[in-house]
Nanobody
Framework: QVQVVESGGGSVQPGGSLRLSCAAS????????MAWHRQAPGKQRELVAS???????NYADSVKGRFTISRDNVKNTMYLQMNNLKPEDTAVYYC??????????????WGQGTQVTVSS
């Protein structure tokens, strides 16, 4: 089976930085687009950033210029470098990955989420 696990969340003051990681493991044949989403209390889950297997990136307007998404295709890992964090960035951050497993079945896998809290 395939697993997707996030790490790197925590608490930080406004203006601070955090780096999230999302590691995919298991019976993987190939990984296509990977993405970060977030969900704040009382709000719908929203797309933060995505990256294709070819490295094409896309960002929500609210994080452009502050967040950087990247991936290491050898390690099957995606990252989100978050700088100049604001209180409104507080949310549970989820990663997902479009993965074809070794049985050639293609599915969208989600991680369990990691909490990011920005507060003074």
């Amino acid at each position: 089976q395939v697993q997707v696990v996030e790490s790197g969340g925590g608490s930080v003051q406004p203006g601070g930085s955090l780096r999230l990681s999302c590691a995919a493991s298991g019976s993987i044949f190939g990984i296509y687009t990977m993405a970060w989403h977030r969900q704040a209390p009382g709000k719908q889950r929203e797309l933060v950033a995505s990256i294709t297997d070819g490295g094409i990136t896309n960002y929500a307007d609210s994080v452009k210029g502050r967040f950087t998404i990247s991936r290491d295709n050898v390690k099957n890992t995606m990252y989100l470098q978050m700088n100049n964090l604001k209180p409104e960035d507080t949310a549970v951050y989820y990663c997902n990955a479009d993965i074809r497993n070794r049985s050639m079945r293609r599915e969208l896998y989600w991680g369990q989420g990691t909490q990011v809290t920005v507060s003074s």
